[in-house]
């Protein structure tokens, strides 16, 4: 029987070949309904959509899923990125966007990105760009030069600009891959 995991990926992978799908396992369903790729929670209904006749594939997301996270994550894998805000039916929308060879796709919530900062501070203090953690902005990759936290926002300083962020609001960020020598 196929995981969640599994099954979420063959959606993904079909969706992006823009290949049909028809997968269950005891809590989701992925099948092609009407030129659409849906992913159906047994509990929540439809949970995750994609159009097989656009020429760029999108997937459509709902952001109180309880898979939510799970689809986020496998979409990242595939450079799939969340784009702009939650439109009036309560999905997020992901588009393809290409990521910078040695470097790792996270999209989480503020949060995640101060804690990873915290591993990377010290390299910001050297001596040149720090090029250990992006912030995408403009649909461009920005390094990270600095990161502060007041009064429940997160400041991101880059090359030029400070981004103000809520701390439990999503932020798309690269991390380098590290060497595993």
């Known amino acids: 029987m196929l995981s969640s995991l599994d099954l979420i990926q063959e959606f993904v992978q079909s969706s992006i070949q823009k290949k049909d799908v028809l997968l269950s396992n005891p809590s989701l369903t992925a099948q092609t309904v009407y030129g659409s790729n849906q992913l159906t929670a047994k509990t929540e209904g439809v949970i995750a959509t994609s159009k097989l006749n656009h020429t760029a594939s999108e997937f459509w997301v709902h952001a ?64 040149g760009i720090p090029l250990d953690l992006l912030i995408q902005k403009r649909d461009s990759w920005y390094p990270v030069r600095d990161l502060t936290i007041s009064d429940g926002l997160l400041y991101i300083k880059t090359l030029g600009s400070e981004i103000a962020i809520h701390s439990d609001d999503l932020v798309i960020w690269l991390s380098k891959i590290e060497d595993s020598k």
């Open 64 to 127: 109180n899923s309880s898979h939510w996270e799970l689809i986020n994550e496998v979409l990242a894998t595939h450079s799939y990125l969340l784009k702009g805000e939650i439109d009036s039916r309560g999905f997020y929308r992901y588009q393809y966007c290409q990521v910078p060879k040695g470097y790792k796709v996270q999209c989480t919530k503020s949060v995640m990105l101060w804690r990873a900062w915290w591993k990377y501070r010290k390299n910001a203090l050297r001596p």
